[in-house]
């Protein structure tokens, strides 16, 4: 169990996860300053004792839980679909098929929630999204889009007595979730939904956007969407006194090495195992090569979240169709392995060097050298480029450049690690 000794500079650089909750819970004694959080006084036995099962930096339970269905790589599911938002305006301004928008409104629409608690993007692009309390319709179409770095929590004890959906990463969601079982919140959140995640980048990551372009650092943003266009989607970024920037996703991309986040890195949760349905692009030939609007694969998690998704099909807001766990997993089988299986050779890693990780409980796996050998491989690159040394890249080389570049190692790269990292992971 983490003390107030433990709580350092070095797990608030490492294990947190900056998810908010603890500046939240105890204002008294956490802070954000300069994108990290500090303990700024001790914590008594009792706030210990919750911090430690709440705070996603200390480590989450990952084993069965009650549902109709589980698994080791997405936990518990109830079912599995492929489908899009019949709302042709948020399906194509959206991440992908616009269904988190879509069960958004629906849940406000028909009286189940009052407010939804999610991040709002300011009139200011240089000033992160900010967690909101809000019922504004067009507030909330406004605002789904993906947002590739993690916005902290705040307002999550204001709900007075409104019943309330929320929005939010997987950490966030388990730590909230366990919040209300241990009674430090009130049940005021009636309903979970989230993205999956990969890889989240720091806050800082839009420096590298001005290194790469030679925009000078203090210069403003006045439009930002990472997902910008027909999906997948383009990074449009427009800073005062340049021409529009556009650069496709897979270009893009470029950035996550230089500014991947330690959470990324050491999350085992990649399908939001938490929320009551789970969103995500639905990467697959199939889909990819047949449509632009947008396609999401989407999970309910549980009872709650099906019966929500049937009165949505029912009400002809959205198009679902079901697919088999294997063809689901199979679209994100790549980042299932990166989450469930490399984090824990990752883990191990950093504890080697005396960093902080936080200790999940998850199904263990027979640790073998040459994985070993590929984790400390990404882990030596990860942590060069995000170094001052790294960033000189930015500056050095054109985006176009080093986004065909990243493509072309990271196509090189999977199929040099595929046999490895695949190994019998169906029966993982």
């Excluded at 928008?101 to 692009?125: C, H, N, R, W």
């Excluded at 529009?244 to 090495?257: G, M």
């Excluded at 949505?312 to 994100?332: D, G, P, R, S, T």
């Amino acid at each position: 169990m983490l003390n107030n000794n433990n709580l350092n500079k070095k797990f608030f650089r490492y294990a947190c996860t900056r998810c908010g909750v603890c500046t939240e819970i105890y204002p008294d004694n956490f802070k954000f300053q300069n994108n990290l959080v500090h303990l700024t006084n001790d914590l008594s036995i009792k706030k210990l004792k919750r911090f430690n099962n709440f705070c996603p930096g200390t480590g989450f339970s990952y084993t069965r839980k009650d549902s109709k269905k589980f698994s080791n790589l997405i936990g518990t599911y109830w079912n599995s679909y492929v489908g899009y938002s019949n709302n042709r305006f948020l399906r194509r301004n959206s991440a992908s098929g616009g269904i988190i928008t879509e069960i958004l409104l629906f849940l406000i629409k028909s009286k189940k929630v009052d407010s939804v608690l999610m991040p709002i993007q300011g009139a200011d692009y240089n000033q992160l999204p900010k967690y909101k309390i809000t019922k504004n319709i067009k507030e909330i179409k406004d605002n789904a889009q993906s947002i590739y770095s993690k916005i902290p929590i705040k307002n999550l004890i204001n709900f007075g007595s409104q019943k309330i959906a929320f929005v939010g990463l997987p950490d966030q969601i388990s730590s909230i979730k366990r919040l209300i079982k241990d009674n430090i919140i009130k049940n005021n959140i009636k309903f979970f939904v989230g993205p999956m995640v990969g890889i989240n980048m720091d806050n800082e990551s839009i420096n590298g956007i001005r290194l790469s372009f030679n925009i000078k650092k203090n210069t403003k943003i006045k439009k930002l969407k990472w997902r910008e266009g027909k999906w997948p989607g383009y990074l449009g970024v427009k800073f005062e006194g340049y021409k529009k920037i556009k650069l496709k996703k897979f270009y893009y991309n470029f950035l996550l090495p230089f500014y991947c986040s330690h959470e990324s890195l050491l999350s085992t949760d990649f399908s939001n195992e938490d929320a009551d349905i789970s969103v995500g692009d639905a990467w697959s030939p199939k889909y990819e090569n047949s449509n632009t609007d947008g396609m999401s694969l989407i999970w309910s998690k549980n009872l709650k979240g099906e019966k929500i998704l049937n009165l949505m099909v029912k009400k002809k807001l959205i198009n679902i169709n079901i697919v088999n766990y294997k063809e689901a997993v199979q679209m994100h089988l790549h980042m299932l392995d990166f989450k469930k299986r490399g984090s824990q050779y990752r883990r191990n890693i950093y504890k080697l060097f005396n960093f902080p990780a936080p200790n999940h409980i998850i199904k263990k796996i027979k640790f073998k050298i040459s994985r070993y050998i590929i984790e400390a491989i990404i882990l030596t690159v990860v942590m060069t480029l995000r170094s001052k040394f790294g960033k000189l890249l930015l500056k050095i080389f054109s985006p176009i450049f080093l986004g065909k570049i990243f493509e072309i190692l990271r196509y090189v790269w999977k199929n040099i690690t595929k046999k490895i990292k695949r190994d019998k992971l169906e029966y993982y």
